[in-house]
Every structure is written in structure tokens, then in C-alpha cells.
């Protein structure tokens, strides 16, 4: 039988997960477990480049991997691990920092708007933090990448430097591809449309769908998103709060925009934004549910953390090996 090929994807543990992680992440991660050998990390050392609270951090790592688990992923199927679990992440990472650039790091969409909110005291590793990441990927061999849109640059730049590497010591790294979904890639704020929604954006409540706020809330976050006046259900940039609402419908639905633009034809902005609100209310109640199960259970967790590991360890040690002989490390 022919090897399955190699898929990784993360999320940071530095907040609460949002709808935007939600269609962005989970939703595809969950229906790609029979086609690929997955490798999902939860990856606080990237969370780590900005400050976090140590009970906070805990607190949301583990939630983070209920969450992974009540959104369909499976631990035997799959590998779900802690990144600062196999420290193979923080030593490729280094290396990788050896064959990277300054100018390609300065040219990070993400780095620039995060180094904003920092003050004058910009951590390192929030400019290092793409070559964590294409250490994360080319660990494992991996082939295929699924994100949301806004990775796109760091993925872009983690081929580069697997092909630099390449290129000077032969093939030791499979460069990657990635895999971005056509419809719920970018999520944006529902107070803000132009702007992407993020766990980390803590500045107003309402602009952001969190997997685990109560259900009524939710839905009344969508009924109070913010739209235009001229009362049209039409997918247009000139419309981002009804494009956006569109997306987040047909993201969950998987029905296409013209069928959804269709659908809604004639109907008021009112009736519109509760027949969203419903789709996203019903997809995340039973997830809710399986969540709230899963984190009660300490000892599965437990194991789960172990396990996952112990399997991610053993497939990341043998890349580094690799990597070490072809530099010139004597082991
Ligand atoms: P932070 O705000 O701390 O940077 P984040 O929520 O933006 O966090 P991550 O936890 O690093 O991002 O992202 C995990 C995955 O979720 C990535 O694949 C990312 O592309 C996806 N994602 C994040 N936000 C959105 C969004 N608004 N729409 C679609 N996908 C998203
Ligand atoms: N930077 C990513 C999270 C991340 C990731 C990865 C995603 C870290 N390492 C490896 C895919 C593959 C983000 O989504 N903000």
C-alpha cells in the first residue's frame, strides 16, 4: 500500500479560538484526517512571542486540544501533540534561523502589524517567528499545509527556505504545498469587516465569534453585525459585512455564493442575519457539547498529550538527524 502523504497544520494557544479558526482551520482539518498521515500541534512557542499569562497559557492549551478533539479529531487517527512538548521545534528553528534572511523576515505582513502593538520593545521571536514555523512544517516531511489566508506569506517563505536548503546539501526537506479553502479562508470582524477576526484582538467583544460563548450570544453578535444601508443580499467588496456574513454562511453550509445569494433574494437584512445565525448557532452546539465532555476527562487528556508526543518526537528526531549530518554536527 502506498504511504499516505504527510499533512501538518497549527494554532496558537493565546486565546480563545474564534469562528475565524473555526472555517479557517477545524472545519477542514477534520475532513482531510482519512487522505493524509495528519500532524496537528498546538503550538505555544509561537504563542510565547508576545506575552502570555502562565495560568492563561495552561488554561487555553488545554482547551485548545478538547477543542481539536470536539471538532472532529481523532488521536488515533491523527498525531496531536504540544509543540513545546518535542524540543526538536526550538532546535531546527534555530538552525532554519541560520538560512534565513533579515529582508525576507522585514517583509512579514504579521510581523509588521504585530510589532506595532509592541511598543519599542518588539520581542525577537516575533520576527523569527515564520522560521519557527517552516521548522514546525519541514519536521515532518510534510507535503500539504492547510490554513487560513493570512498564512499564506509564512508558507510562501517556508518553501523558500526548504528549497534554499536544498539546494546547498540535497534533498533533505519535501517542500511544501498549501492548502487554503476557497470559502471561509478569511473570516473578518463583524464589527469591522475590513479587518480579520482574531483571537487576540481583545479590543471589542462584539466584533468577534468565540467557539465557546454561550449560544445566545453568538447568535445575537451576528443580529447586531454591522452591514450598509441599501438592503441587497449581493457578494461585493463594496459590501464587506454582507460578503463577510455570506462567507461565514456558505462556509458552514458548503453551499456556493450564488446559491446562497439566491436563496436570499428579496429577503431583509433582519431575516438574513438570523438565517446565519441559526447555521452558526446549530454547528457549534453539539461541538459545545463534546467540548465540555472532553476536558472533564483529565486522564484522556493526559494520555492524548503523551502519546501524541511520543509519535510526533519520533518522526521530527529523524529529520533533525538528517539535518545535523548534512551540516556537519558530529553526534
Ligand atoms: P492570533 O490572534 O493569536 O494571531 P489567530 O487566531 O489569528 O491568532 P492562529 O491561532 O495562529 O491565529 O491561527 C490558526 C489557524 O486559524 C490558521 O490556519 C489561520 O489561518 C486560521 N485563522 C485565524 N484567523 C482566521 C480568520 N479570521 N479567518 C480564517 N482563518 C483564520
Ligand atoms: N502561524 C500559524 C500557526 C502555525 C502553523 C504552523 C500553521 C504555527 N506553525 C505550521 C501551519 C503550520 C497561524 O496560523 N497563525
Known amino acids: 500500500m ?14 480563545k479560538p474564534t469562528l ?18 495528519c500532524i496537528y500541534c498546538i503550538v505555544d512557542l509561537h504563542a510565547i512571542t508576545v506575552r502570555q499569562e502562565p495560568a ?23 498525531t496531536i501533540y504540544i509543540q513545546s512538548n518535542v524540543t526538536a521545534h526550538a532546535e531546527l528553528s534555530w538552525i532554519l534561523n541560520c538560512y534565513s534572511y533579515m529582508g525576507e523576515l522585514s517583509r512579514m505582513t504579521q510581523f509588521k502589524d504585530k510589532s506595532q502593538k509592541q511598543g519599542n520593545n518588539i520581542p525577537t521571536g516575533l520576527f523569527n517567528y515564520p522560521v519557527l514555523q517552516a521548522a514546525d512544517i519541514l519536521l515532518y516531511q510534510t507535503s500539504v499545509v492547510p490554513v487560513g489566508e493570512d ?37 473578518m470582524g463583524l464589527q469591522n469587516p475590513t479587518k480579520k477576526m482574531s483571537k487576540s484582538d481583545a479590543d471589542n467583544e ?21 452591514t450598509d444601508s441599501d438592503n441587497q443580499i449581493i457578494y461585493s467588496d463594496d459590501k464587506p459585512g ?38 452558526v448557532v446549530e454547528e457549534i452546539k453539539p461541538i459545545q457539547a463534546r467540548f465540555n465532555e472532553i476536558l472533564a476527562d483529565k486522564i484522556f487528556l493526559e494520555n492524548v498529550i503523551k502519546d501524541g508526543a511520543k509519535k510526533a518526537e519520533y518522526m521530527a528526531n529523524k529529520t533533525l ?10 553526534s
Open 2 to 15: 502506498e504511504e499516505k502523504k504527510v499533512l501538518f497544520s497549527g494554532m496558537q494557544p493565546s486565546g
Open 20 to 37: 475565524g479558526n473555526y472555517l479557517g482551520a477545524f472545519k477542514n482539518w477534520s475532513s482531510l484526517q482519512e487522505e493524509y498521515n
Open 56 to 78: 492563561m497559557l495552561r488554561k487555553y492549551t488545554k482547551e485548545l486540544l478538547a477543542l481539536y478533539l470536539a471538532t472532529g479529531l481523532d488521536s488515533d487517527k491523527n
Open 151 to 187: 498564512q499564506r506569506q509564512h508558507l510562501e517563505l517556508c518553501r523558500d527556505i526548504a528549497i534554499r536548503f536544498n539546494n546547498i546539501y540535497g534533498d533533505v526537506f519535501t517542500v511544501p504545498e498549501m492548502y487554503i479553502p476557497k470559502i471561509g479562508a478569511k473570516v
Open 206 to 226: 462584539n466584533n468577534v465569534i468565540y467557539l465557546l460563548d454561550d449560544l445566545k450570544v453568538i447568535y445575537n453578535k451576528i443580529k447586531r453585525s454591522v
Open 242 to 279: 454582507i460578503k463577510n456574513l455570506l462567507n461565514i454562511y456558505c462556509g458552514i453550509t458548503k453551499k456556493t455564493i450564488e446559491q446562497a445569494e439566491s436563496d436570499f433574494k428579496g429577503m431583509g437584512y433582519g431575516a438574513f442575519k438570523e438565517a446565519v445565525a441559526e447555521v
Open 321 to 330: 538527524r538528517k539535518v545535523k549530518k548534512k551540516i556537519g554536527f558530529i
